[in-house]
């Protein structure tokens, strides 16, 4: 469920950032992911749509997108959208801003469950703990 | 034949299914893992680390492979937002890709000495070249966070490099520098990549980025990756179950 709410908000996010620059009719080619904000240009004359909203601003529900939270801020100018602002956006790193497009709705999720069969090699990271170094080198400098 | 020692405070294990001149093969790849335990150890007052660390040394008078190393750690930092970093408190600790580092160097030595089907580990890190003693895919485990002696998933894997960074029962701790606290959202990160220097840094910049961090690894290009959260939920990628046995 969490998976088709995290695809649902990133629908619906990119689905305004392409309605808003079809209806800008830019050429800007700035990425979406990591701007905080839109740009406030005003749409240009002459494109109409059939659907008509309120003018106000109305801010949208925090959202938990997995990867943190999505909200969003949207301005209404003559029955249509003319801005829409993030007001939350995970952006706490670099990497963060980068992956969310793309990554999210390709990953997967299981239970972990015990296998029996054989392996040659096990991965793991147990035996480079603290605890195990710490252990091992102090009986180092008792050995030496 | 496989061969296991207790060099840099770790168990590393090396197993060739070639005919050749293993044994000295073996024991240069050693003598190499001694030198890097030498070289990089945060424990060791003489490594070449405590003395940077200790004051003792300038970062711009070390031999080209700890210049290499540093460098490394440096890329590492900018390809992931900083979530890895060599630097905490004013200390420089770049254990976070050393182990990483030597074994696939030690595996190049294996090349040179002629080898194709054989694998070189390091604490639960390794890279495997060809197939293994029955000439198929090498099986690896990844183990159970919670149930050391237990495997969770088994992956078949040729010419690859496979890590994994955790904070254990009595785990290690790493640290998420860019929060600056200790990271501990998941329990395990598996990384698979052609090399395992690459699998080690990624897979330690990945756990400090805690949840996050597989969506990290599905992001990079030639890498997969199976996390393992504190709920005994797995996320992994979607190219990983191509591995999977």
């Given at each position: 469920m969490k998976k088709y709410l995290q695809i649902t908000v990133l629908f619906i996010i990119f689905g305004i950032v392409?309605?808003?620059r079809q209806l800008r009719g830019s050429e800007e080619q700035n990425r979406v992911v990591g701007n905080s904000t839109m740009p406030n240009s005003s749409l240009p004359p002459g494109q109409q749509t059939n659907i008509s909203y309120k003018d106000g601003t109305y801010t949208g529900d925090v959202t938990d997108a997995y990867y943190g939270n999505v909200q969003v801020q949207v301005a209404i100018v003559n029955g249509k959208i003319s801005d829409v602002i993030f007001l939350q956006y995970p952006n706490d790193?670099?990497?963060s801003q980068v992956i969310n497009a793309q990554a999210m709705p390709l990953l997967k999720s299981e239970a972990i469950q015990a296998q029996s069969a054989n392996v040659d090699i096990v991965s793991g990271a147990s035996q480079t703990s603290q605890a195990f170094q710490q252990s091992l080198a102090s009986a180092l400098k008792k050995a030496s | 034949?496989?061969?296991s020692a207790v060099i840099m405070g770790m168990p590393v294990r090396i197993t060739?299914?070639?005919?050749g001149n293993i044994n000295e093969a073996i024991a240069h790849v050693f003598s190499y893992f001694r030198h890097i335990d030498k070289t990089f150890s945060t424990y060791k007052n003489s490594s070449v680390i405590s003395k940077i660390n200790n004051g003792l040394l300038s970062q711009k008078n070390v031999s080209k492979e700890v210049a290499q190393v540093l460098a490394r750690c440096e890329q590492t930092k900018r390809e992931t937002g900083g979530f890895f970093n060599a630097w905490k408190?004013?200390?420089?600790?770049?254990s976070g890709l050393v182990k990483g580092y030597a074994i696939y160097h030690g595996a190049q030595m294996l090349h040179k000495f002629g080898f194709k089907n054989f694998a070189v580990e390091i604490a639960g890190d390794v890279?495997?070249?060809g197939t293994n003693e029955e000439k198929k895919p090498w099986r690896i485990g990844i183990q159970n966070p919670f149930k050391v002696n237990e495997n969770v998933k088994i992956?078949?894997?040729?010419?690859?490099?496979i890590a994994t960074s955790g904070t254990y029962v009595q785990g290690r701790h790493i640290y998420d520098p860019v929060h600056k606290i200790a990271a501990d959202e998941?329990?395990?990160?598996?990384?698979i990549a052609d090399n395992v220097y690459d699998a080690d840094r990624f897979a330690t910049a990945a756990f400090a980025m805690g949840e996050k961090g597989i969506a990290f690894i599905q992001k990079l290009s030639g890498y997969e990756g199976y996390m393992i959260k504190k709920d005994k939920k797995a996320v992994y990628t979607d190219g990983f179950e191509k591995f999977v046995v």
């Open positions: 392409v309605l808003l790193a670099r990497t | 034949m496989t061969k060739i299914v070639d005919e408190n004013g200390k420089l600790d770049p890279q495997v070249f992956v078949a894997v040729i010419d690859k490099g998941i329990a395990s990160m598996t990384v």
